[in-house]
């Protein structure tokens, strides 16, 4: 295990106060060479741990955010713990204040009370040293903060990232909330019975017509909505042993059809202004909230409650926001405490306190996936609409607001990526759409050029889930590309001035005039681009054409993205990779220094298992690194957690070499989210010992992908390769794999200086279960090819080379071999590749093209590079070299040596 070395920085005062960083306190990285060594127990905590920002920073003004508990519950019994949680959350009143004077005697800068924890001064302050502190006022005396004694700063070079124009204060959009006349959340003003698309979208106007009439129609056929579940809903294969997780996913269906069909009938009024469409959505919204809190489905012995499963996609705050004169006077008292509930409930409430669920908790955590999916949306949402007839509700809005502008999306820093993958990150396209664009209404300020990922994250799309390619396979989902074809075209639409956008949207088009349709009926993302297209317009792109770009880094996440043909999927291969600073969590794999490759837009060496296949099966054949393209040492996976984490050292970029290093060291101590009584070789869970583990990978264009792998550990273990495929594989003797898929076949043959034995199955570890019905109980097997060391080994290394053929039952033109086994010479597609696999030298790792234009060297023992007598000499032994003379005459130049991921480099960590 590595050593626990987080700062913690709790007191025991009745106030608790944060030390300031000490760089005695703080584990130092290890540089030794061109290479540098992290060690530390993780990158990134599940919450803040220290003050920030403190030291250099990357954005200009930076937040300021400190943690104190609530309560010191060291010596207190449970029920003065809950009594003083309940005093102080959302009554206790935080003040910061500023300066460029140590003393604080001029030029202070100060937030005033505030119920939460973080501020930002909103004005981009002057180049030099910034010092900050805080002060902590208890609920009994709100107006006398205990100041920390503690003086904290920060430096601004001048080179962070800022805005011209800082986004309004919360206490200016609120006044624009507080003087709004009629609906904000629903529809924009003066715009019911003027949706209709009819020249930018006609087929979709055609549709909306119809749905209108279709849903009118099939509600004057209806005496009410139907929640009738009943034993007819179980299949025949799982009567004896069905499950609540099945009937909740049974359960909700009957409720967002009905939610729909209510969404379609306050939506066609908006749509057509018919009045009959207000009168019957008015009764409808009014019967599902009654069934929401009254049905119960008792069903082969299980008792499920609607309302704990029922969960409000739009129609709540749409209701009570667009139609809340319509809702009979008695009703509308319960629609706000739904409001309400959305906020509190849905969010937590842990103790029942005041204030949002999410306060104290949200701002703190690295990251919650299912909080900033909706929770927070649903806060701005139900906060915009109850502060206009409540001023209790001010703060609520207020903490919303910043909360957002200071932390969305989250689901990476600055880079555009997501860490939820492609099968997730469309679940985030509502909150992404929706909240930018109603502030917007209300202010006039353009949010989606606020922050550097909403100015990064048509680029990350446009390669990670590049048009007609399968996208990301490190996280939970399906292996298609996350489309999100309504976020697209908004960036394009309200940010044109962005070339990624405008190619994101250009290669992505906009999705068909039925799914467009189906989707205005649930959710925002849909029903906001209407709007929007009656203040924007359509962006010029004609002259836009496809990035001469191949490649790209997401260093925030720890990804590269590497293609051959970015503006045609047919003819591309692409090969995405992942060593992520944030470790697994949540929806993100254990799958560090993992890879895929697909051509042809269609997955080729890939991730495999199923998504919600059962609890073992999670575990060791799906949300496990043993389902992914990386290694297993002494046969176990990497752990599931935020300490065992990977990261991005180095990226270079050319026309015909394209290369990554990443850095798992740090995932093999065994530490798992699911397995927590370890070693357990059951499940393929313990600390391994791995001390070393970096893997180098390149793309050899057109068609070939080398794998270097430098490993090493404490003791002598065994080693394994893994290699997968969603169809069948086959092995060709001398640790040779062929595989193919619809548009290509592909070889794969791996080197090592020891001997080796390989195993080649398909069947998983676990076997894959079906228990809530979503794939009719049919789970194809996938293949596994494993390459594992015959003796155990201190340290090894693996060269793998893979060579694909366009085509249909095409064959590789072979990867050939001369030279020693520890330093074999492999010839493939054009290229000649020299990798030290003695792990007693220094690591080396040289590929040449057979004209002798293009060269990388990489590896500790890297110093030069030669090119047609061009000779380029390394400035610190060990760096990555890149160099490539085109035809073009253009010389291409790169060299790197290991670069620490920003949330490492910077004191403002969120």
């Known amino acids: 295990m590595k050593p626990h070395l987080l700062i913690r920085g709790f007191g025991a005062a009745a106030v608790l106060l944060f030390p300031a960083l000490s760089l005695a306190d703080e584990p130092q990285q290890q540089q030794r060479g061109a290479e540098l060594h992290i060690d530390r127990t993780a990158i990134v905590t599940g919450s803040l741990e220290r003050p920030n920002p403190q030291g250099i920073v990357d954005d200009n003004p930076p937040w300021f955010h400190v943690v104190v508990p609530l309560v010191d519950d060291s010596k207190k019994t449970n029920e003065e713990i809950r009594k003083e949680r309940k005093e102080e959350k959302w009554h206790r009143r935080y003040y910061f204040k500023l300066s460029q004077d140590k003393d604080f005697k001029t030029g202070v800068i100060e937030s005033g009370p505030k119920g939460w924890s973080f501020w930002n001064p909103m004005r981009q302050l002057p180049k030099g040293t910034w010092y900050w502190t805080y002060g902590v006022a208890p609920s009994s005396s709100p107006d006398q903060p205990v100041w920390n004694e503690t003086i904290f700063s920060f430096v601004i070079t001048g080179a962070e990232q800022t805005v011209e124009k800082m986004p309004p204060t919360a206490d200016e959009v609120l006044a624009k909330i507080h003087a709004w006349k009629g609906p904000i959340i629903s529809v924009a003003p003066g715009s019911v019975g003027k949706l209709l698309p009819k020249e930018r979208y006609p087929e979709l106007a055609k549709l909306m017509v119809k749905s209108c009439n279709e849903a009118l129609e099939k509600d004057r056929k209806m005496d009410h909505l139907d929640f009738g579940m009943s034993e007819k809903d179980v299949p025949e294969r799982l009567k004896e042993s069905v499950t609540r997780a099945f009937f909740a996913v049974r359960a909700r269906k009957y409720w967002v059809t009905a939610e729909r069909h209510t969404s379609a009938l306050l939506r066609g009024y908006l749509i057509t202004g018919n009045e009959e469409f207000r009168a019957r959505g008015v009764r409808r919204a009014i019967e599902l909230e009654k069934a929401r809190k009254e049905v119960v489905y008792r069903i082969s012995g299980s008792e499920v409650k609607l309302r704990d499963i029922a969960i409000y996609d739009s129609v709540a ?35 029942r306190a005041d204030g949002p669920g999410l306060h104290e908790a949200l701002e703190h955590a690295h990251y919650d996936q299912h909080d900033w999916q909706y929770k927070v949306m649903d806060l701005l949402n139900s906060s915009i609409t109850l502060a206009r007839r409540d001023s209790a509700y ?24 997501c860490r939820e993958g492609n099968g997730y990150f469309g679940v985030h396209e509502n909150n992404l759409v929706h909240c930018p664009w109603i502030l917007y209404q209300l202010t006039g300020y353009n949010f989606f050029d606020y922050k550097p990922w909403y100015r990064n994250v048509a680029k ?6 590049a048009a007609g390619n399968p996208g990301q396979a490190f996280s939970d989902g399906g292996n298609g590309g996350s489309a999100m074809y309504y976020f697209g075209e908004v960036l394009a639409l309200m940010e044109p001035g962005n070339p990624w956008n405008l190619w994101r949207y250009k290669s992505m088009g906009r999705t068909d005039p039925d799914q467009f349709n189906a989707d205005l009926y649930k959710g925002n993302k849909a029903w906001d681009l209407l709007q929007i297209w009656n203040r924007f317009p359509e962006p010029d792109l004609s002259a836009v054409k496809p990035p001469t770009v191949m490649a790209a880094e997401f260093r925030d996440m720890g990804i590269g993205v590497m293609h051959t043909d970015l503006g045609n999927a047919r003819d591309n291969m692409m090969v995405n990779f992942i060593s992520c600073p944030f470790g697994s969590s949540m929806h993100l794999h254990p799958c560090q220094n993992a890879f895929n490759v697909a051509y042809g837009g269609e997955p080729l060496f890939w991730r495999t298992g199923y998504y919600n296949g059962g609890g073992d099966h999670n575990i060791m054949s799906y949300k496990a690194s043993r389902a992914h393209n990386t290694i297993m040492a002494d046969g176990f996976m990497q752990g599931f957690d935020v300490s065992e984490y990977g990261w991005l050292a180095r990226f270079v970029q050319g026309k015909r070499i394209s290369y990554c290093l990443g850095d798992a060291s740090a995932a093999y101590d065994g530490v798992h989210r699911y397995v927590q009584d370890v070693p357990n070789r059951k499940y393929g869970v313990g600390d391994a010992g791995v001390t070393r583990f970096r893997r180098h990978i390149a793309v050899l264009r057109p068609h070939a992908v080398v794998v270097y792998d430098e490993l090493e550990a404490k003791t002598p273990i065994p080693w394994t390769f893994m290699l997968h495929s969603l169809k069948e594989m086959k092995e060709a003797g001398d640790a040779t794999l062929t595989a193919a898929n619809s548009h290509a076949s592909a070889t794969a043959k791996l080197f090592c200086a020891s001997d080796v034995e390989t195993n080649l199955t398909d069947q998983f570890a676990a076997a894959a279960t079906d228990e809530e019905d979503k794939r009719g109980g049919i789970n194809p097997p996938n293949w596994h090819w494993s390459v594992t060391t015959r003796n155990k080994l201190a340290a090894t290394r693996f060269l793998t080379v893979i060579e694909l053929a366009p085509g249909a039952g095409a064959k590789p033109p072979g990867i050939t071999r001369s030279g020693p086994r520890d330093k074999p010479v492999v010839k493939v597609g054009g290229y000649e590749i020299v990798a030290d696999l003695n792990p007693e030298r220094e690591s080396s790792l040289l590929i040449r093209s057979s004209d002798g234009e293009a060269v990388l060297s990489s590896g500790q023992a890297s110093e030069r590079v030669i090119v047609a007598g061009d000779e380029r000499k390394a400035n610190l032994r060990g760096s990555t070299l890149l160099l490539e003379h085109g035809k073009d005459g253009k010389v291409t130049f790169e060299e790197k040596i290991d670069e620490l991921p920003d949330v490492l480099k910077y004191g403002n960590v969120y």
């Open 394 to 417: 001010d703060d609520w809005f207020r903490y919303g607001y910043e909360l957002w502008l200071y932390r969305s999306p989250a689901v990476s820093r600055d880079d555009g990526a």
């Open 460 to 465: 990350y799309m446009s390669f990670a889930m």
């Open 317 to 351: 705050s749409f209701f009570v926001d667009g139609f809340y004169d319509s809702i009979p006077e008695d009703e509308r008292e319960g629609f706000l405490d739904v409001l309400k509930e959305t906020m509190v409930l849905k969010s937590g409430e842990r103790d």
